[in-house]
């Protein structure tokens, strides 16, 4: 495999038809440590009791967001320039068992040859495993946050007085007072940061670490050695 998976940060894991049914009585935890005239003025230009939020522009615009794209994006490439790397070696290991063909046996050259292709064979599952753990990180990082960022959703939700928030990408039509992203991307960064310090108890479990094992990446060539 000569690269990893990769593709733009979404969240398609977090929806099919999102609504999230926050009742003011819900209890919000520790995060929620937010306040002051600054926040009461956010509050004044979002009204109504049915709110909206936009998922994908909340984890994009976030600190957190940011932190966990960049950490993707870094661990992606580290796995791309590891797979080039070790599909050169093994193209040259490949030729050099080539060039030594003439020296063996063809009993031996096919014994060398199987086991080239069982280490071919081993390192491309390898590869793929680390990759879709990598995508796994990737997918599930959206909904992490949206989880950690409930309590302040359930907050800003009792502040403005609305009853339901749900997803704006399936509200036909809507106003800008109702919909509450860019406020809940100022409360979210004030409250997490970019998620880096959070201890368990804050939600920083709730948060994936996006990568790949520290074990040097699988990469495979796409030719075996031919044991004619």
Excluded: C, W
Excluded at 32 to 45: E, L, M, P, R, T
Excluded at 82 to 104: G, I, P, V, Y
Excluded at 189 to 213: M, R, W
């Amino acid at each position: 495999m000569r690269k990893a998976a990769a593709g733009k940060l979404g969240v398609s894991a977090l929806v099919g038809a999102l609504a999230f049914f926050l009742a003011p009585g819900l209890v919000a935890s520790g995060l929620i440590a937010v306040g002051g005239s600054a926040q009461a003025q956010d509050i004044g230009k979002v009204q109504g009791q049915i709110l909206t939020l936009d998922p994908e522009r909340l984890f994009a615009g976030t600190l957190v967001g940011h932190r966990l794209t960049k950490q993707y994006e870094a661990e992606r490439d580290r796995l791309i320039a590891n797979n080039r790397e070790l599909e050169s070696e093994l193209r040259a290991e490949e030729q050099a068992l080539t060039d030594a063909r003439a020296k063996m046996t063809p009993k031996e050259f096919r014994a060398k040859a199987d086991e080239f292709d069982a280490k071919v064979r081993s390192i491309r599952q390898e590869n793929d495993r680390k990759a879709r753990d990598l995508e796994r990180g990737r997918e599930i990082a959206p909904l992490s946050l949206m989880r950690m960022a409930e309590p302040i959703l359930v907050q800003i939700m009792r502040e403005i007085g609305g009853d339901i928030i749900l997803d704006n990408r399936q509200v036909l039509l809507r106003s800008d007072a109702v919909d509450i992203t860019d406020l809940a991307i100022t409360r979210v960064d004030e409250v997490v940061g970019d998620g880096s310090n959070l201890t368990a108890d804050e939600g920083a479990g709730g948060l994936p670490e996006i990568g790949a094992p520290e074990e040097d990446t699988a990469g495979a060539a796409d030719d075996k050695p031919s044991a004619e």
